[in-house]
């Protein structure tokens, strides 16, 4: 009996350090898997903060700085000209000089239309009479053509409509013949034709008549 319970003690004293040392390491192990839980978690966290703050910053527009003003000089005499863009809508009795932010606008005179120019930088703004003979000419070709083309519509309308129907004396009734059918082909191609040249005379005078009034320029 005696001998027995020694041999029990005797293992359980040498067992002993080596159960400690197991234990000891599982707890190391344990605290090792905790810690990098940790900062995987950690680091996730940072990861989905970064990404919402850059998604963040890449929906937000960026802030837009005010264009710069830069001047227009008017250069006209005695004219109201008026001048209107997406924040300006000013007018001044040229010659005059307006400050205004760099961009679009639409100037106009009482004789002049409105035209769109781009003002990026100090511009000066005039305005060309354009050539009397030229707006002559092109007034006298337009009332031409368009007095040609006028005639030339009209007339038929007046002389070539159907006729009404007649009773003759034995009471039959008959459809009068349209004066125009007996003028010849040659007739016909003619009139025709000159109503072409009166279209063209009639272009080309609006067109020079455009082309010659007056017209804003730009100057830097």
Known sequence: MVAAENERWRRASVNGPSLARVNDNRDTEESTLNVTHLRAVV??????????LASRAAAEPPEQSAPPDVELFVDLQAADVRVDGTTVHDGCRAPCVL???????TVSTPEVAAKEILVDRSTHLGLTRG????????????VTGVLIVATAVIVPLLLCKTPEREVDAYGRVYLPPNPCEKLPTSFKIGWIAGAGVGLTLGLVG???LAATGP??????
Do not use: C, E, N
Not at 43 to 52: D, E, H, N, R
Not at 215 to 220: A, E, K, P, Q, Y
């Open 215 to 220: 017209r804003f320029t730009l100057s830097f």
């Open 99 to 105: 400050r205004v932010p760099a961009g679009y606008y």
């Open 43 to 52: 680091a996730v966290g940072i990861s989905s903060g970064l990404t919402l």
């Open 131 to 142: 050539s009397p003979t030229g707006k002559a000419v092109s007034t006298v070709l337009l």
């Open 206 to 208: 609006g067109i020079g």
